[in-house]
């Protein structure tokens, strides 16, 4: 699995299946940049305009060859990061 350069997860406090993933970012102890749609409008429009729904949580993943991959859904997203932290 190739390493990603930059991961960004799109969310917001009031969603539960946000507080998930970001429960297990913390537990396996990786660094994830928090991009908040509430609290920063813009960030929600990045969010459809790069991966197509507004849905959250999305996971932002950018390679270091500049291509952007979308990841939805709270267990794949949970799965892509433990298998990510298994490579370690």
Same mark, same amino acid.
């Given at each position: 699995?190739?390493?990603?350069? #930059?991961?960004?997860? *799109?969310? #917001?406090?009031?969603?539960?299946?946000? @507080?998930?993933?970001? &429960?297990?970012?913390?537990?396996?102890?990786?660094?994830?940049?928090?991009?908040?749609?509430?609290?920063?409008? %813009? &960030?929600?429009?990045?969010?459809?305009?790069?991966?197509?729904? %507004?849905?959250?949580?999305?996971? &932002?993943?950018? *390679?270091?060859?500049?291509?952007?991959?979308?990841? *939805?859904?709270?267990?794949?997203?949970?799965?892509?990061?433990? &298998?990510?932290?298994? @490579?370690?």
């Amino acid at each position: 699995m190739e390493q990603p350069a #930059h991961l960004a997860l *799109y969310e #917001h406090e009031l969603c539960g299946f946000c @507080q998930m993933v970001r &429960r297990s970012t913390r537990d396996i102890g990786l660094t994830v940049e928090s991009r908040n749609i509430l609290r920063e409008p %813009g &960030r929600r429009e990045e969010l459809i305009e790069g991966g197509g729904k %507004g849905m959250v949580p999305c996971l &932002r993943i950018e *390679y270091p060859d500049g291509r952007v991959e979308w990841l *939805y859904e709270s267990a794949d997203i949970i799965d892509y990061l433990k &298998r990510l932290d298994a @490579q370690d």
